[in-house]
């Protein structure tokens, strides 16, 4: 496979250092330009404060990059044809010379590859409502079953079944565990109502349990860490609740199915609440991102 580890993860890895992988799909699709560019700098400046180093991950020219430099991240933010790659289209897009960001998946699967232990996100993909009529599953989930990072996120994105995936996730044996939380994260909310079996408090705490597992051997999957938003930078509960049930009735209305669903509520909800939805979206990656460093920080004390 054509996979570049940058000078900086390498080093960093060879010497034992802390390393959090990032995605690159927020920067290409997830943000208006050019705050997206911003963002993407603000996200690796975070890693660096919180002692570790940032590996952006994505696909340019049909090499997989683990870690970019400015220009490349520049290029990824700023390119509009650059293009949304999950899991399964690495093989193809790097065959094809394609440029492409990274989704969960693809970048859980690429850093876990590479060496990299933890890997920080905003929100997971999952069971979509209605899974009983489409049986539309997220390929994050599966996936996450097959890799051994530890995954920092908001939970699931609050348009999707959160019981229902909470339930995948236990049937494909990937841990889930609440930080500083019994409930599961509800990504534009501090809570989604449902809870979770295990609470860890410090990245500390978190080091110890990624150690156990590691000692334990046996199958590999992730390590979910759900760290909510803050309540005071979540998106008001009732507002959300009530945009999503007209963004869930417009999308039945005009007919969006499968894969088109996540991209039209997302964008729905974005609208309807004047940009209160993606600011909490924010919020919470921003903290995943501090949190994934001190965790990657303190695995690597505890080695």
């Given at each position: 496979?054509?996979?570049?580890v ?9 010497e034992?250092?802390p ?21 993407a ?32 991240l520049?290029?990824i ?7 949304k ?31 990299l232990r ?10 979509h ?9 997220s ?6 079953a ?28 990937v ?7 019994d409930r ?25 349990v ?29 507002l ?14 005009k ?48 080695r």
């Amino acid at each position: 496979m054509s996979t570049h580890v940058s000078e900086e993860v390498r080093e960093a890895l060879y010497e034992g250092r802390p390393v959090v992988a990032l995605e690159s799909t927020i920067i290409a699709h997830g943000l208006p330009r050019p705050r997206n560019l911003a963002v993407a700098r603000e996200l690796e400046q975070l890693v660096r404060d919180g002692g570790a180093v940032p590996a952006t991950v994505a696909v340019l020219d049909g090499t997989a990059r683990i870690g970019l430099d400015d220009a490349a991240l520049a290029r990824i933010a700023e390119d509009p044809a650059v293009r949304k790659l999950g899991h399964r289209d690495l093989a193809p897009a790097l065959a094809a010379g394609a440029t492409g960001a990274t989704t969960v998946s693809a970048t859980a699967w690429l850093a876990d590859s590479a060496g990299l232990r933890v890997f920080a996100t905003g929100g997971l993909g999952g069971v979509h409502r209605e899974w009983t009529l489409t049986q539309d599953e997220s390929a994050d989930l599966r996936l996450l079953a097959q890799v051994g990072i530890t995954v920092v996120c908001a939970g699931v994105k609050s348009i999707l079944d959160v019981p229902a995936t909470l339930q995948r996730l236990e049937t494909l044996g990937v841990t889930v565990v609440g930080y500083g939380t019994d409930r599961f994260p509800g990504f534009y909310l501090s809570s989604s109502g449902e809870p979770v079996d295990w609470t860890v408090h410090s990245p500390e705490e978190v080091a110890r349990v990624m150690r156990a597992r590691d000692e334990l051997g046996g199958p590999r999957s992730a390590l979910v860490v759900g760290r909510p938003v803050e309540t005071d930078r979540q998106l008001d509960p009732a507002l959300h609740d009530r945009v999503l049930a007209e963004g869930l009735a417009e999308a039945r209305d005009k007919g969006v199915t499968g894969q088109a669903v996540t991209p039209f509520l997302l964008a729905f909800l974005t609208t309807r609440t004047e940009g209160a939805s993606l600011e909490a979206n924010l919020a919470a990656v921003r903290g995943n991102v501090a949190l994934a460093a001190r965790i990657a920080a303190a695995d690597r004390a505890a080695r």
